[in-house]
T-cell receptor, first 113, second 109 residues
Framework: GAVVSQHPSRVICKSGTSVKIECRSL??????MFWYRQFPKKSLMLMAT?????????EQGVEKDKFLINHASLTLSTLTVTSAHPEDSSFYIC?????????FGPGTRLTVL | RKEVEQDPGPFNVPEGATVAFNCTYS??????FFWYRQDCRKEPKLLMS???SGNEDGRFTAQLNRASQYISLLIRDSKLSDSATYLC??????????FGQGTELSVKP
């Protein structure tokens, strides 16, 4: 079946640094990918929709200048958390749609010290 | 009001028990409905889609009532391996997946 990978799986960084997370669809092409964030004991919240070759669409309340999204190819989307702060510590999950099914990556656990 | 609301958890049940999860959604134009399972510190995985006619997959039965905007999941003969968080998920007319908060299930020996 379709597989979505994410890298890195875990990152610990100092406050103020930027962190890049990669999301790849391994055996299908995805014109649309989605980025979610999940805080402990909370639901997955959609942050943005990443569109290949065009600008991402951000959900209300998500700062586009802080969470930079690039979808340069049909199999790769990246999320960069710029100037990360402790409150950005969370579980970031990407997802890609193949036909009518949406597949999720294994997630990236970000801890900002 | 949240777009997708689920039973508060956690549910603690013995092995072999039958357990039911409920979910309501607020947007009557929602198009598709799903139950996902999420294990601790892992990504969500699709358990089953939900249809108005009801559908069954082994020990799992899902029901959708569009009129009352209600979705359910029934797990029969629960196993230790069923312990996880169950997420009610709705796809809205814009194609986005909206997740409920999830209900934690713990099956005990």
């Amino acid at each position: 079946g379709a597989v979505v990978s994410q890298h890195p799986s875990r990152v610990i960084c100092k406050s103020g640094t930027s962190v890049k997370i990669e999301c790849r669809s391994l055996d299908f092409q995805a014109t649309t990918m989605f980025w979610y964030r999940q805080f402990p004991k909370k639901s997955l919240m959609l942050m943005a929709t990443s569109n290949e070759g065009s600008k991402a669409t951000y959900e209300q309340g998500v700062e586009k200048d802080k969470f930079l999204i690039n979808h340069a190819s049909l199999t790769l989307s990246t999320l960069t958390v710029t100037s990360a702060h402790p409150e950005d510590s969370s579980f970031y999950i990407c997802s890609a749609r193949d036909s009518d099914t949406q597949y999720f990556g294994p997630g990236t656990r970000l801890t900002v010290l | 009001r949240k777009e997708v609301e689920q039973d508060p958890g956690p549910f603690n049940v013995p092995e072999g028990a039958t357990v039911a999860f409920n979910c309501t959604y607020s947007n009557s134009a929602s198009q598709s409905f799903f139950w996902y399972r999420q294990d601790c510190r892992k990504e969500p995985k699709l358990l089953m889609s939900v249809y108005s006619s009801g559908n069954e997959d082994g020990r799992f039965t899902a029901q959708l009532n569009r009129a009352s905007q209600y979705i359910s999941l029934l797990i029969r003969d629960s196993k230790l391996s069923d312990s996880a968080t169950y997420l009610c998920v709705v796809r809205n007319q814009g194609g986005k997946l909206i997740f409920g908060q999830g209900t934690e299930l713990s099956v005990k020996p």
